[in-house]
């Protein structure tokens, strides 16, 4: 059963706290991908990786970190720097990033919806 | 700056007729444009995607409309069901700056029985 999973669904963090959540995939995808949803809103990205040990920062960056020691595995931390963490996180992947037709197409995990206590 | 944008935030429409969804853009390197779909609580799922050197592309009940001379795309969806009712987003990759898709803002779809 091919696809991207994130876990947990549900996550709450207490102030000054880090929390990672986790994000696998095995569609053999070279490129994952970190996005934040706030209610209402479309999707803004956080952090990518286009290659294992290799990653690059999104739009909305700080507070977060993010690894990729396995091309499967994508975690991201937020961070006690992120003062507003209260969101819906998407973790997506894609084949490669635009080299060959479709490739660039993403593909998304059911998302984890973090919450401040 | 640049952004793709989208013309209607909530589209209404009662079930069984036709639903067009906009979405405008401004990076004329863009070159791919794709169509999600997010039903509530749950990650996008691809509907349809389109290249930039071809001007429409049908899939299931789904047809995608791409104007480069305007810049705009569309999403029409043939006899509009309940299970239709979700937010719609677009995305282009721009092929300039970052190697990432860039989402619109998405419009919610509203389908009344």
């Known amino acids: 059963d091919g696809g991207i999973t994130q876990s947990p669904k549900y996550l709450f963090r207490k102030e000054g706290q880090n929390v990672t959540l986790s994000c696998e995939q095995n569609?053999?995808?070279?490129?994952m991908y970190w996005y934040r949803q706030d209610p209402g809103q479309g999707l803004r990205l956080i952090y990518y990786?286009?290659?294992?040990?290799?990653?690059q920062k999104g739009d909305i960056a700080e507070g977060y970190s993010v690894s990729r020691e396995k091309k499967e595995s994508f975690p991201l931390t937020v961070t006690s720097a992120q003062k507003n963490p209260t969101a819906f996180y998407l973790c997506a992947s894609s084949f490669g990033t635009g080299g060959r037709l479709g490739s660039e197409t993403q593909y998304f995990g059911p998302g984890t919806r973090l919450l401040v206590l | 700056g640049e952004s793709v944008g989208l013309h209607l935030p909530t589209l209404s429409v009662q079930e069984g007729d036709n639903s067009i969804i906009n979405c405008a853009y401004s990076n004329s390197a863009s070159d791919y444009f794709i169509w999600y779909k997010q039903e509530s609580g749950k990650g996008p799922q691809f509907i349809i995607d389109i290249r930039s050197n071809m001007d429409k592309r049908q899939g299931q009940r789904v047809t995608v409309l791409l104007n480069k001379t305007v810049k705009h795309l569309s999403l029409q969806i043939a006899a509009t069901q309940p299970g239709d009712s979700a937010v719609y987003f677009c995305a282009e990759n721009r092929r300039t700056g970052r190697r990432a898709l860039t989402f619109g803002s998405g419009t919610r779809l509203q389908v009344q029985p």
């Open positions: 569609l053999n995808h070279d490129a």
């Open positions: 990786s286009h290659i294992v040990n290799d990653f």
